[in-house]
């Protein structure tokens, strides 16, 4: 018996890409270019012998150490970075206490108070990403832009590949610390 439906079945206006094929390319996988930073790849189209075909030779893990594929075989892979709303804390680090305050809105509005913008000794106010960057850097909130470069130049050196003999273990200290540069550096706090 054959269905017309076919789950993963899109259809429409592509050939197939096996050369020689003269079916209509109703199946998608994935392209020559994969998905990343710069959008979701391409896609190439088959006819359902041909992407039948094409899923049982693709090798997923090709081009993966050993480790990378355990690490991707886990059943909490994906899971490692925790969103703010399924973290135990939900993003609050506590509580108030309640018996601190005669209105709860006073409770709420120290709260808030947190995530407000704080202010740097010259008067220029900073938001909670650039205070967080600020952090990020080891960096006291009224530091110049000479501050800032030099300590980024630090810490560039200090988590640098290159500078580790090829150790990659600390790039993602290494991207944040990027990160946080670029915050500040683009900031109205060094205009």
Not at 36 to 60: I, K, M, S, T
Not at 119 to 136: I, K, L
Request: with cysteine; net charge positive.
């Amino acid at each position: 018996m054959r269905h017309d439906r076919f789950h993963g079945r899109i259809g429409g206006g592509h050939g197939c890409d096996r050369p020689g094929c003269p079916e209509e390319g109703e199946f998608r996988a994935p392209g020559h270019r994969s998905p990343g930073f710069d959008g979701p790849g391409d896609y190439r189209w088959f006819c359902l012998d041909h992407v039948r075909e094409f899923n049982a030779g693709y090798d997923w893990f090709a081009g993966m150490s050993a480790d990378e594929i355990f690490a991707a075989q886990h059943p909490m892979a994906g899971w490692e970075a925790e969103t703010r709303a399924f973290r135990p804390t939900a993003g609050v680090d506590h509580a108030p206490r309640w018996a601190d305050y005669k209105d709860p809105l006073d409770a709420i509005s120290r709260r808030a108070r947190a995530f407000r913008p704080a202010a740097r000794p010259d008067g220029r106010m900073m938001t909670q990403q650039e205070r967080g960057a600020f952090e990020v850097l080891g960096l006291a909130p009224e530091a110049d832009r000479k501050a800032l470069r030099t300590r980024y130049s630090q810490l560039v050196r200090r988590y640098h590949p290159d500078r580790n003999g090829g150790d990659r273990s600390l790039e993602s200290k290494l991207q944040r610390v990027v990160e946080a540069y670029n915050l500040l550096k683009g900031s109205a706090l060094f205009a």
